[in-house]
């Protein structure tokens, strides 16, 4: 989940979705509630941890954050050479691409509400890819603001926090610089915003999947296939110019306002070695999702089987 919050247009919510952790993860952030907090003030710290499903969150949380510290300093070396980059999009997209029939199988029963769902969710992830990035913005209130609207979306499978960030102006700020240098002036407001945002959200969400699971599922299905316009790994960037069609410069870097997408040039070996990455990205989610299976079924095995 981690390495997938990293990247621009994937989410980690999808990978805890396709691993069959999702719901667990979202009960277990819904059950920080005013019980929750009388355990707290009532040092009853074993009754707490039992009630937040303590262990889970921390080995889930601690492998999110080591994930995201140890590769933020590689994405940011890859990021910066556009042939990396495309490799590495390459690669989310084939594991975005198998990941939609991993989610959308998991819909108990296909309706026409379901689809209607579906075809919302597509819509609002497309509507978002085309959004117009906003300039960096370092105020304290703002990345507060990043935070809470990021790790909402972190959580929402296919909509990436990530992108979001970008959206707002702040990936770059936010992702690889802060992360990459720990600066702590942008860190500590973004985590105070990612924390209320993630109490918050996850108790709206967590009403919503016990009251409308397959309609929640089939939503989130729609955000998955949208976003795969964001990682389409053949794309040129688009740049923010003024009025008399010269490039605008912030930081020593030009403003991404948008993508052009085309298709690849198959004559080139670059464009095999990408779809070779889209291949080992979808092998990756089959192995995931084995791995995650095979999980399960030790779990739910009765002792002396």
């Keep these: 989940m981690g390495a997938a919050n990293v990247i621009p247009g994937v989410s980690g919510g999808t990978i805890a979705l396709i691993t069959g952790i999702y719901e667990k993860l979202i009960y277990s952030l819904k059950s920080f509630d005013l019980k929750a907090i009388s355990y707290l003030f009532k040092f009853q710290f074993k009754e707490l941890a039992e009630h937040v499903n303590l262990r889970f ?30 490799w590495l999009m390459a690669f989310f997209f084939g594991l975005i691409l198998v990941s939609i029939y991993s989610v959308g199988r998991t819909v108990s029963k296909w309706s026409p509400t379901t689809i209607i769902g579906l075809v919302v969710g597509l819509i609002i992830a497309v ?42 102006g702040n990936y770059k700020l ?27 959200f996850s108790q709206i969400l967590g009403w919503v999947f016990k009251h409308y699971r397959d309609l929640t599922i089939a939503s989130m299905t729609g955000f ?29 870097k030009k403003i991404v306002s948008g993508y052009e997408w085309y298709f690849p040039d198959f004559s ?37 089987a």
Aim: glycine share 8%; net charge negative.
């Design 127 to 168: 509507l978002i890819s085309v959004l117009t990035p906003a300039s960096e913005n370092a105020s304290f209130i703002y990345l507060i603001l990043c935070g809470v609207v990021a790790i909402c979306s972190m959580i929402l499978p296919g909509l990436s926090g990530s992108f979001v960030l970008i959206i707002m």
């Design 268 to 304: 080139i070996s670059h464009t095999w070695i990408a779809i070779g990455f889209i291949l080992l990205g979808a092998a990756t989610i089959y192995l995931i999702e084995r791995f995650a299976n095979t999980q399960n079924d030790s779990d739910t095995t009765p002792e002396g």
């Design 57 to 86: 969150l921390i080995a889930l949380f601690l492998g999110v954050g080591v994930s995201i510290v140890s590769l933020a300093k590689l994405f940011k070396v890859l990021l910066e050479n556009p042939d990396h980059e495309k």
């Design 174 to 200: 936010v992702m690889v610089d802060a992360v990459s240098e720990f600066n702590m002036k942008v860190l500590i407001p973004v985590v105070i915003g990612s924390v209320v945002g993630l109490i918050a």
């Design 224 to 252: 998955i296939i949208g976003s795969l316009s964001i990682i389409w790994p053949w794309k040129n960037a688009v740049y923010l110019m003024d009025e008399t069609g010269v490039e605008l410069i912030r930081k020593g």
